[in-house]
């Protein structure tokens, strides 16, 4: 395992050490502002960290076949931003077969092993099963603000709802279990993207049930969402490599039945235009956006995971 091989691996399996250098990169995007003022036309002074939530905010795509490739852009680009703040990150996943409140034989570091609770306010802070803030690491670094005046609601269409403002809390409960891995296998199998997409899909919304983030419109606020969704990624990449399916890397077959869709064939935003909601710097004073579509080589052909073929 070479730090800053850009390999995407179970998060427990990677040295403490490194787990430590992910959580300060994800802390130092809080720190990190795009141009603008709060109070321009399309907001400004966003930092790294809540463009994320404002991107999904605006154009999250649940419940169809764009749901996966894009959120595979989403998490691209958090771990491109991630890694211009520290090229030796990767965004490593949990496997969400795992109790990630006890995950067995872990790395604990100095060539132990041992149980792992990722919940902890050295990593990705609370994870009791009650509804409560995600508390430190991620409060002193103002993911949250209690007290902030003007702040981020959590009603996505309260006009006051401006993603350069801190939400006043950030909660989580963890309460339910892990996916038994006969449902992964079913991923796998799936013989046509639109099935295995459903599959997916459908384990990654219980998977949101266990480590509950608040609803799809504000979920992206938890840092813990990453490793989740990087996992979502890491199984659609692994049916994509399945023996026998060089298909599922071609940009006009890997969607299967479900390739005619206009959707999939439309951009992808907002990243290519900005133009939904305005979300800058893709829209707004900047129009930095490039069009391309769900087919684009770029979404297309999944990042290196430790399972994938020939990886490792
Ligand atoms: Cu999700």
Redesign the pocket.
Known sequence: MALGDGIRRNIATVDPAERTLLRDAILKMNRTRWDGKRDDSAPGGVTWWFKQDEIHKATHV?GGPEFLPW?REVVNRFEDQLRVIDPRVSLHYWDWTQDPRSIPNANLGNSHSGSLNLFTPEFMGYGGQALKPIGQPFEDAGFYSPNANPFRSDNAFDPNNNPADPPRAVNRQVNGLPIKPARDQDVLAAEDYADMRETLEAS??E??GFVFMGN?HI?FRDPF?FL??SN?DRLFALWQHQPGQPQRLDPEHVYGTMTGDPELNGNIEPWSTGQVNKVRPWGGPEQVGIPKTYKDLSVVIPRRYDTNPGVV
């Open positions: 649940h959120h990654h919304n998977m949101h799809s979920s969402v989740l969704h979502v």
